[in-house]
T-cell receptor, first 115, second 111 residues
Framework: EPEVTQTPSHQVTQMGQEVILRCVPI?????FYWYRQILGQKVEFLVS????????KSEIFDDQFSVERPDGSNFTLKIRSTKLEDSAMYFC?????????????FGSGTQLSVL | QKEVEQNSGPLSVPEGAIASLNCTYS??????FFWYRQYSGKSPELIMS????GDKEDGRFTAQLNKASQYVSLLIRDSQPSDSATYLC???????????FGKGTSLLVTP
């Protein structure tokens, strides 16, 4: 079965440092998402990306965050200056065409720890 | 603020019993409703989707939707210990839109 691949699985960084989380969505998918889940809390939407631009973003996705699809396969989330409260599991997800969310696939996640 | 509410549990049921998980949502514009299962430290895994009022069955799982009451539920028949996980309710307006998740209900199926 096709899968969304995320790297690294764990990332430890110092407060104020930049991090880039990487995702390889499923090849024929057109919608890409980042969600995050702080330990013990709900899964929260960050941003969606379609046709090489952001289609929707949440209040969490402020100027410290950016997304990019640099080479047609990778989909990255950059946090410019990490804060302690950015510590969370970050999930990438992708979806094909304009199908229903029945085909929304989540990656296995990157656990980000900001010290 | 668009809210999705779930009882956090834990909900404990004996093996073989029916587990009933409930969810309410605040956004009347919601069109799509999903149940995800999440094991500790893992990503959400889609179990069921439902879009119309009524029941939808898939194997041991039945999703129920009542848009007038803004209520969606998941029944798990013949519960197994492997069903022990956190069950997340998620809603959105349409495909391509953000999913709004509840905090999840922890289910424990005891042998």
């Amino acid at each position: 079965e096709p899968e969304v691949t995320q790297t690294p699985s764990h990332q430890v960084t110092q407060m104020g440092q930049e991090v880039i989380l990487r995702c390889v969505p499923i090849s024929n998918h057109l919608y890409f998402y980042w969600y995050r889940q702080i330990l013990g809390q709900k899964v929260e939407f960050l941003v969606s990306f379609y046709n090489n631009e952001i289609s929707e973003k949440s209040e969490i996705f402020d100027d410290q965050f950016s997304v990019e699809r640099p080479d047609g396969s990778n989909f990255t989330l950059k946090i410019r200056s990490t804060k302690l409260e950015d510590s969370a599991m970050y999930f990438c997800a992708s979806e094909d065409t304009l199908a229903t969310n029945e085909k929304l696939f989540f990656g296995s996640g990157t656990q980000l720890s900001v010290l | 603020q668009k809210e999705v509410e779930q009882n956090s549990g834990p909900l404990s049921v004996p093996e073989g019993a029916i587990a009933s998980l409930n969810c309410t949502y605040s956004d009347r514009g919601s069109q799509s409703f999903f149940w995800y299962r999440q094991y500790s430290g893992k990503s959400p895994e889609l179990i069921m989707s439902i879009y119309s009022n009524g029941d939808k069955e898939d194997g041991r799982f039945t999703a129920q939707l009542n848009k007038a009451s803004q209520y969606v539920s998941l029944l798990i028949r013949d519960s197994q210990p492997s069903d022990s996980a956190t069950y997340l309710c998620a809603v959105n307006q349409n495909s391509g839109y953000a999913l709004n998740f509840g905090k999840g209900t922890s289910l424990l199926v005891t042998p």
